[in-house]
């Protein structure tokens, strides 16, 4: 085997071992379940998986860099409910477009603020994202008064969350696939990637051969808090809507029983008040 033959062996072995785990797992649960050997099934998990995916994208960037964001949470909450306000709002200019206008333009605002503190103010990324979070919190209590609000995703955000392509492949599967091949691309083919690596090394060592370190920071953080969100601004519903039906036929009888007799019982068929 030649040297370059075996560093590609070497690389490629932590997805080899992972791969294997997962296919030990599916064969695992597949015998415990056998409802869980189905295409359906998979295709089905993956469109939950895509919601953690495409947010991956964004702090796999910034823990490269060799910091961390914890405003992550409810940033993508944020986003959610100012996509679907506008989404649903009777004004003359809402609509779809300007409903996901807007989620960026909030993301990028929000990334803004994080990489200001992180570059520019020089405060650990723990102790900085930690507190917008603790902000973006407060900012949604305020906004909302403590009630869940009453908007509504729009069709094209249902599309993207829920929609299937031909019946079977997830929409939400192909966004997660086109985010992670372009954020790939950049780290791999780009110098911004190789600037990104260098950062994440040494950051001294990366500023004093010329790479420009607040703008990275900025352009991550701002990555991190912008493209993500905006793509699962509509999803957070995915996994209680998707996971139920699967839940009911792949559990146990007995989990299934109690769940048939909640779905009998009076309050499960009361009908809910708005506050």
Same mark, same amino acid.
């Given at each position: 085997?030649?040297?370059?033959?075996?560093?590609?062996?070497?690389?490629?072995?932590?997805?080899?071992?992972?791969?294997?785990?997962?296919?030990?797992?599916?064969?695992?649960?597949?015998?415990?379940?056998?409802?869980?050997?189905?295409?359906?099934?998979?295709?089905?998990?993956?469109?939950?998986?895509?919601?953690?995916?495409?947010?991956?994208?964004?702090?796999?960037?910034?823990?490269?860099?060799?910091?961390?964001?914890?405003? *992550?949470?409810? $940033? &993508?909450?944020?986003?959610?409910?100012? /996509?679907? @306000?506008?989404?649903?709002?009777? #004004?003359?200019? !809402? =609509?779809?477009?300007?409903?996901?206008?807007?989620?960026?333009?909030?993301?990028?605002?929000?990334?803004?603020?994080?990489?200001?503190?992180?570059?520019?103010?020089?405060?650990?990324?723990?102790?900085?994202?930690?507190?917008?979070?603790?902000?973006?919190?407060?900012?949604?209590?305020?906004?909302?008064?403590?009630?869940?609000?009453?908007?509504?995703?729009?069709?094209?955000?249902?599309?993207?969350?829920?929609?299937?392509?031909?019946?079977?492949?997830?929409?939400?599967?192909?966004?997660?696939?086109?985010?992670?091949?372009?954020?790939?691309?950049? *780290?791999?083919? $780009? &110098?911004?990637?190789?600037?990104?690596? /260098?950062? @994440?090394?040494?950051?001294?060592? #990366?500023?004093? !051969? =010329?790479?420009?370190?607040?703008?990275?920071?900025?352009?991550?953080?701002?990555?991190?808090?912008?493209?993500?969100?905006?793509?699962?601004?509509?999803?957070?519903?995915?996994?209680?809507?998707?996971?139920?039906?699967?839940?009911?036929?792949?559990?146990?009888?007995?989990?299934?029983?109690?769940?048939?007799?909640?779905?009998?019982?009076?309050?499960?068929?009361?009908?809910?008040?708005?506050?």
């Amino acid at each position: 085997m030649t040297q370059a033959a075996f560093a590609r062996a070497q690389q490629a072995r932590p997805l080899i071992v992972a791969c294997t785990f997962l296919a030990v797992l599916a064969v695992g649960i597949g015998i415990m379940f056998p409802a869980t050997f189905s295409g359906s099934y998979y295709m089905q998990q993956l469109q939950i998986a895509a919601f953690v995916g495409v947010l991956a994208s964004g702090t796999m960037a910034v823990l490269l860099l060799g910091e961390i964001d914890l405003s *992550l949470p409810w $940033t &993508v909450t944020t986003t959610g409910m100012l /996509a679907c @306000g506008i989404a649903s709002s009777d #004004a003359s200019w !809402a =609509g779809e477009g300007s409903a996901f206008l807007f989620a960026m333009l909030w993301g990028v605002t929000v990334g803004a603020v994080n990489a200001f503190g992180v570059a520019i103010l020089r405060a650990p990324s723990m102790v900085w994202t930690l507190g917008v979070n603790a902000i973006l919190l407060g900012l949604t209590v305020l906004y909302a008064g403590g009630y869940s609000p009453q908007t509504n995703a729009s069709p094209v955000m249902r599309f993207l969350a829920v929609g299937r392509l031909f019946e079977t492949i997830p929409v939400a599967l192909i966004l997660w696939a086109a985010i992670g091949t372009i954020f790939v691309f950049l *780290l791999k083919r $780009t &110098v911004f990637g190789s600037w990104l690596y /260098a950062m @994440g090394r040494s950051p001294r060592v #990366a500023f004093l !051969a =010329g790479v420009p370190t607040r703008a990275v920071v900025f352009a991550v953080f701002i990555w991190s808090a912008s493209v993500p969100p905006s793509a699962v601004s509509s999803w957070p519903v995915i996994p209680a809507r998707l996971s139920r039906r699967w839940a009911i036929r792949c559990c146990c009888p007995a989990s299934r029983r109690l769940w048939s007799a909640a779905q009998r019982s009076p309050a499960a068929r009361a009908p809910t008040r708005a506050p």
